[in-house]
């Protein structure tokens, strides 16, 4: 059996040049190696993720220097931080004028932050099944069977990766905008809004579900930012499980066929059960970059305030100079970040316990 | 159950890997499909089994031609090569699996799977590992939970794929032993696939030995050793020495006679001179490695260690050869 490739090969002590083999030179390399990469993480990653933080919560330099400055800070931040996203509601009629009209846009805002975290949300829910869907069947399609045209097949995977987000999106603008190619169906067709599903009785129809809000076009609505995110998300699941199903060949499969097993079942408990790691990885930074998907999805949201998706609303608060609510989203952004790092250090380690299983079968 | 053959022929490409095969497996009967790599062996199994399709010719089971029937429908027991058992799957599961995967009027009931699958561990006498998963157990743990698994759907026929080849020397012959002897307590048809002539003539009843894509000869392990049908046959199942003459005489080196002295009045008369150039202990035998004197060429010899002792033979000593049985065949042209 040949040598099974990992989702991601983690170190192992074959990578490291065993201490009695290094030159004495070595230990200055080391040295200059470790200093570079944990001042350039420092310089490039970690202080710009900290200053994302200290922004949102809005805590001054000074508050470095005094704690009692820093307790202050904490506590006006963190309601202003929570405020970004919800305004309470207060009795107005008792306010001055600036101060009402300050509470009352403060309450739109965060009203249309809201709808932005919403939006990308329901996005995700839409693309991430999709390309999960995708990826799958590229994947099973491209290693279980050989067929012409292949090869350009797994090229044609990859190339969202190569082309540029904001080119993508212009893409399916010249395809499906007013002047487009495809411009007069485009702008005509009319599709259901998902969340306005609601039950509607027996009254028009035989099916009791019927949506209640239909929008018009394509460009320029969610419908267009769920295609454009569709297109630059879906090489990661197929590129996470091809190099895996590629190693892991057909016997199994075989094996299952022979002891009588339908199609389903082939899949659903032996090829499934030994690609779910890598399957689950692909699926973690499918989400991630769907999340804070930005140029492709500005193309064609066109700008309205209620296309908006959270990179889309950091941007525009960030233009009104309301520095400290874009820092307050992009944490959220920051979060899901730092939640796909956990998650894929995890994973990394249960697929190499699954590459390790392998080794000693191979043996 | 009888497994028939007839006039299969397969190509992958322009490569030809069987070419009008047929042959006849009686019930009960445990066949060896014998030859070199590439010879189509593999290929005919597969063939068998439904897991490759022939592009001419058919295969009966009990006379029933089963072409049409797919592979997870033929009820054949399958043990591949590198047992290709579930890794996500504990060996219960994977013995289980088989009999989970009938339809639900077929399926037995789960406490009588679990019946089933431990009376079947038992019987590989593997009970007491049943909770195991596959990379916790040795190759030839490994394979007889192959063979379980592949027994636990009681197919009609049982096909295994170079059973033997992933395991070291002592195991195998472990193993090969144990093999025959389950045949024989279950009595299904089986058929295996092999390059080692030694396994091939230990187990089975009946051997076919392949050669590019065709059948050479099938016949009992006695009848293909001691009347190869032709020169592969005869090379293809141990050591042999070639004699260049009027034709091509071939004899094995176990038939090679050396005495120290000219034998007066030999039955061929052939006295050939030989020097010899190396003696290799190989264990229970003694390999002479010798080198003509009158013809450009080497033989080899091999004489039991009391033969050995009895001639007191040493490197470089002239002795006279004679030959105790010799194979020539008609149309031997390659080589």
């Known amino acids: 059996m040949s040598a099974p490739a990992p989702v991601v090969i983690a170190p192992t002590d074959a990578s490291v040049l065993p201490a009695h083999l290094r030159h004495p030179t070595a230990a200055i390399g080391k040295w200059i190696g470790v200093s570079f990469t944990v001042l350039f993480l420092t310089a490039m990653i970690i202080l710009p993720a900290a200053n994302i933080f200290r922004q949102a919560f809005g805590i001054s330099w000074e508050s470095l220097r005094s704690p009692s400055q820093l307790v202050e800070d904490v506590k006006a931040g963190v309601p202003r931080y929570f405020q970004v996203f919800r305004m309470p509601e207060q009795d107005s009629s008792t306010m001055a004028r600036p101060e009402r009209r300050k509470y009352q846009s403060a309450r739109a805002q965060a009203e249309k932050t809201r709808s932005a975290i919403g939006m990308t949300l329901g996005i995700a829910a839409i693309v991430v099944p999709l390309n999960l869907l995708f990826g799958l069947a590229a994947a099973w399609a491209v290693t279980k069977f050989r067929f012409r045209g292949r090869t350009l097949f797994v090229s044609l995977i990859d190339l969202p990766f190569a082309v540029s987000p904001v080119v993508a999106g212009l893409i399916f603008v010249l395809l499906m905008g007013r002047v487009g190619f495809c411009g007069d169906w485009a702008t005509k067709i009319s599709w259901p809004v998902p969340t306005s599903l609601e039950w509607q009785g027996f009254a028009q129809s035989w099916i009791p579900l019927g949506f209640s809000n239909w929008q018009r076009g394509i460009i320029f609505t969610p419908f267009a930012i769920a295609l454009a995110s569709i297109f630059v998300t879906f090489p990661f699941i197929a590129r996470a499980l091809i190099p895996l199903m590629q190693n892991q060949g057909t016997e199994q499969e075989q094996a299952a066929l022979t002891l009588g097993a339908g199609g389903w079942r082939m899949f659903f408990k032996v090829t499934l059960p030994q690609i779910k790691w890598a399957l689950l990885y692909g699926t973690i930074l499918c989400l991630a970059r769907c999340v804070g998907e930005f140029g492709a999805v500005s193309v064609v949201s066109g700008s309205t305030d209620p296309n908006d ?17 874009a820092f307050s989203v992009a944490s959220l952004l920051a979060v ?28 | 159950m009888s497994i028939e053959v007839q006039n299969i022929t397969k190509t992958f490409g322009t490569f030809r890997a069987l070419d009008g095969i047929s042959l006849k497996i009686e019930t009960g009967e445990l066949h060896a499909l014998l030859g070199p790599s590439g010879s189509g062996k593999t290929t005919l199994l597969r063939i068998i089994a439904g897991l490759e399709i022939a592009d001419q010719g058919q295969v009966r089971f009990n006379d029933e031609i089963v072409d049409a029937e797919h592979v997870s429908r033929r009820k054949v027991g399958f043990v591949f090569q590198h047992y290709a058992l579930f890794r996500h799957m504990s060996v219960a599961e994977n013995v289980a699996f088989g009999l989970k995967a009938r339809p639900w009027r077929l399926r037995p ?11 079947l ?10 909770h195991r998963m596959p990379s916790q157990l040795s190759g030839g743990q490994r394979q007889r939970v192959a063979l379980a698994r592949a027994l636990a759907v009681e197919p009609k026929v049982l096909l295994l794929d170079e059973p033997f080849g992933a395991l070291d020397a002592k195991v195998r012959r472990e193993l090969r032993r144990w093999v025959r002897k389950l045949h024989d307590d279950v009595g299904i048809t089986s058929v295996f696939v092999t390059h080692d002539q030694d396994e091939a003539l230990e187990l089975a009843d009946r051997v076919s030995i392949m050669n590019k894509g065709k059948i050479e000869q099938l016949g009992t392990p006695e009848e293909v050793y001691e009347n190869p049908a032709s020169a592969f046959v005869l090379r293809f199942l141990g050591n042999v020495n070639l004699f260049h003459g009027r034709e091509k005489t071939y004899v094995r080196p176990q038939d090679v006679l050396i005495s120290a002295n000219l034998v007066e009045g030999d039955v061929d008369g052939e ?24 013809h450009p060429s080497t033989l080899e010899a091999t004489l039991s260690r009391e033969q050995h002792k009895e001639l007191g033979l040493q490197r470089g000593q002239r002795v006279y050869l004679s030959v105790r049985d010799q194979h020539v065949f008609e149309n031997d042209y390659d080589i």
């Open chain 1, 309 to 325: 998706t959270m990179p889309l609303r950091i941007e525009k608060l960030w233009q009104e100079y309301n520095t400290q609510a």
């Open chain 1, 336 to 363: 899901v970040s730092v939640m796909t790092l956990l998650l894929k250090i995890v994973i990394e380690k249960r697929a190499a316990a699954q590459f390790s299983d392998k080794k000693q079968e191979a043996q």
């Open chain 2, 109 to 119: 009931r789960r406490a009588e799977i679990k019946d089933r699958v431990m009376k």
């Open chain 2, 271 to 294: 006295n050939v001179p030989a020097e010899i150039e190396h003696i290799g202990f190989g264990g229970s035998v003694v390999n002479i490695l010798l080198k003509r004197l009158d």
């Open chain 2, 121 to 130: 561990l038992d019987m590989v006498q593997l009970a007491n590992l049943a």
